[in-house]
């Protein structure tokens, strides 16, 4: 929005020129978004407070959980609040990548909330049924997969990127659409595992988003495109913009989030930004980078999957309880512990994701 407006007034007083710069705008995205979170933070705190919607614990779970019963939940408004009005005052709206993410993080947002509000305000356990949670993700993820592909104007923006290897560029033709719903719609889900201890879920958003930012940088600029071997997507740089205002928002939100939590994201903020990382990852065609830096992410979700898997196969858990992180949780480990050993593995991870554009 401010784009357009520095763009008109450039033609009074050349100095506003300095709004055309992406990285100026991305620094502007990360400290608009981190600056609405820390004003508003506590804002929402309180009015949550006031309308009693606090978290729900499981009975199952870890008895240290216990505490947490009551504690604010659906902070998720304020990350989704902070990352739409930084990305509509920074990014350049002409962009359909932009708005192709902002319709994943609004709609899966809205799916997130009508599951919170359920739960917390309706007092129903099982929240919104799995069946038309996962069917909302689905209708939204192939939307906007099927609108990706038939709006695509060149090769590269539906080929498939293999990590390690430059020449290798498979066409996904419609396969595009599904491997962007399964991207989109397990990512989402995969966020919305993670989200259960304090810091454990933002953090790795976090780190995820700021390399998605990288990457989208490189790969909207034709000479890092080209010196890496990478598709050149011109589109994607846009995307900075939308990563930082995430990296923001996130970096806002932990400032509350963090051990002990005085708020806690819910479905509305754990959906949204889960399949924020899956569209982003697939628009600048690293959806198997995403699976190398988010794999604390998918280590999650596989622990359900086998847990799961196992008990109705075998009739035995693999795991002392899924998702992973509640298995060290009731084998001795102190939640900030687990929390910080995860995070240190999301890091690595990151690094070595972004090592891969390199090692080609």
């Avoid at 055309?20 to 949550?48: D, E, F, H, Q, W």
């Avoid at 129903?124 to 709006?151: E, M, N, R």
């Avoid at 900075?240 to 400032?255: N, P, Q």
């Amino acid at each position: 929005m401010l784009v357009w407006l520095a763009e008109y007034l450039t033609q009074y007083y050349s100095g506003f020129n300095v709004f055309s710069y992406l990285t100026l705008r991305a620094i502007l995205g990360i400290l608009t978004a981190l600056l609405i979170s820390l004003y508003y933070g506590p804002k929402l705190i309180r009015g949550l407070q006031k309308m009693q919607i606090g978290q729900v614990v499981r009975h199952d779970g870890p008895e240290s959980h216990l505490s947490k019963k009551g504690t604010p939940t659906m902070g998720g408004i304020l990350i989704l609040g902070a990352i739409f009005t930084s990305t509509l005052l920074w990014a350049d709206l002409s962009n359909k990548y932009v708005w192709a993410t902002l319709f994943v993080v609004g709609s899966l947002g809205v799916v997130g909330f009508i599951d919170d509000y359920r739960k917390v305000i309706r007092k129903d356990p099982k929240g919104l049924i799995a069946k038309w949670k996962y069917f909302w993700q689905s209708v939204i993820a192939l939307v906007v997969a099927s609108a990706l592909y038939f709006t695509a104007q060149q090769g590269t923006e539906t080929s498939l990127v293999v990590p390690f290897f430059k020449d290798v560029l498979p066409q996904l033709g419609l396969f595009y659409i599904v491997m962007t719903y399964f991207v989109i719609v397990g990512t989402s889900n995969a966020v919305n595992l993670t989200d259960g201890l304090d810091g454990l879920a933002i953090v790795p958003t976090i780190l995820v988003a700021s390399a998605l930012a990288i990457i989208a940088y490189l790969t909207g600029n034709v000479n890092f495109s080209s010196y890496l071997h990478i598709p050149h997507l011109p589109l994607a740089s846009e995307l900075v913009v939308v990563c930082t205002a995430i990296v923001g928002a996130g970096l806002g939100f932990l400032w509350f989030n963090t051990y002990p939590a005085q708020v806690f994201m819910g479905d509305v903020g754990s959906l949204a930004l889960g399949g924020a990382l899956g569209i982003i990852a697939v628009l600048v065609r690293q959806e198997l980078v995403l699976i190398i830096m988010g794999g604390v992410f998918v280590m999650e979700a596989l622990s359900v999957i086998l847990q799961v898997g196992s008990y109705k196969l075998r009739g035995q858990r693999i795991f002392r309880m899924a998702p992973i992180h509640h298995h060290y949780e009731l084998k001795g480990w102190p939640e900030p512990r687990v929390i910080v050993r995860f995070w240190i593995i999301s890091i690595v991870l990151v690094l070595a994701g972004l090592a891969t554009l390199k090692i080609r």
